[in-house]
């Protein structure tokens, strides 16, 4: 608890050596309470909602990301589109096309612009309906104070983690698997640290396709189909899932028996993603929303592994970064790859569709041109269903890659890069191929 106070109030981003400590020294802490405690649900739980707690008045640290959840959540309840307006086109002068009459009549409009960042405040909103319901609730319970926005939007994410821990026991228990197997989640520092520190709504996301996955295993396809709608509107990334659900729902294939309900389960998830963006939908919006979105293949580059080699081989060739037409190729090979995992893999139960979900979104970073810290918790709570641990040690090893952020901006050490992939690509090829795993998933 003393490092995490130390981690929430007094460590700053670009102090990589003082991140680094502390980083470790969590993650042995966790390590030391999972493997060499006698398991006690409600101790460790107790455990972990503390160590949440205690981040609840401070400022994120890591990751500027929160002054923009604010922003969007205080132009929704003053009635403007954040997916039409970009930060900076409304500090510029559009405002008289929004109805208002000064930048002043969004509370801590200049502060919250500074905070996000000039890159940030140049793009329209990328995040889906769901997740802004969340930041218009931070703006309706705390319309002045930026402080007061964090703490409703922790208060948001911890409650969803508690939704995490109370579903993947339920669905623990189904698979026979040990319950204990959830505390390398929630109690992981990086969890903790990026999610309910950080402000990353992963949480939420992750909360209702764990509920889903609970209900699917229980052949509740329906309430399962909405719940996975609903996480595709806090964040995309489900949607890498759907093609694994056809032989989880259909083994026998094509028009027999199971192929109707495939067919209505992903009509359900369709429609109810539709109709959480139907109040935003506009030509405008599509276009702007689809922009962003293209950024992250064709831009934008963070902490990726794969495509950090094929940009090296373009500069030794042609001589300039070739991001923008690597960025339409890489995501056609990940769909590739995920319909492979889909048509030649059985799924017929609940644990092995999981570790397909596993695989899909760790072949997807791979390939990625962006992978931010906090993307990472997808992987590691599904590793708590399966025999894989290479997530975990994912999740300590992304730490390396705030080491970029110095006191003179932002450079990305490709050394500490390149490290970082190299162990945890090797460590989970071991794991893979190499190692003889047990029939069931069991993380000791």
Known sequence: MLLYFLFAYFLERSDFLNLLLLYSGLFYAAWRIIQRTKFNFWTWAVIGITARVL?????PNLSQDFYRFIWDGRLLVLGINPYIFSPQQLSNGVLNTTGLTSLEAISNAKVLIQGMGSLNASHYSNYPPINQLCFTLAA????????????????????????????????LERLKLPVKNIFWYFLNPFIIIELTGNLHFEAVMLFFVIWALYLLDKK????????LGISVSVKLLPLLFLPLFYKYLAPEGLFKKGFWKMKKFYWVILAITALCFAPFVSKTFISNFSATISLWFQSFEFNASVYYIIRWIGFQTIGWNIIATV???????????IMLLAVFKKYNTTQKLITGMLLA??????????????YIATPVLL???TKYKFPLLWSFMICFSYAGYGANGFNENLLLVAIEYCVVIGFALWEIFIKKLPKKGVLQ
């Open 55 to 59: 981040f609840l008045p401070a400022i």
């Open 140 to 171: 309706l319970f705390a319309k002045k104070s930026i402080l007061g926005s964090v703490v409703v939007l922790r208060i948001i994410i911890i409650g969803a983690d508690l939704g995490i821990l109370y579903f993947a026991k339920k669905l």
């Open 220 to 227: 509740r396809w329906v309430l399962a189909a909405i719940l």
């Open 327 to 337: 960025g339409l190729i890489l995501p056609m090979v990940v769909f590739i790859c």
């Open 361 to 374: 979104i760790s072949i997807y970073f791979l390939l990625a041109t962006t992978v931010h810290p906090w």
């Open 383 to 385: 590793s708590v269903f």
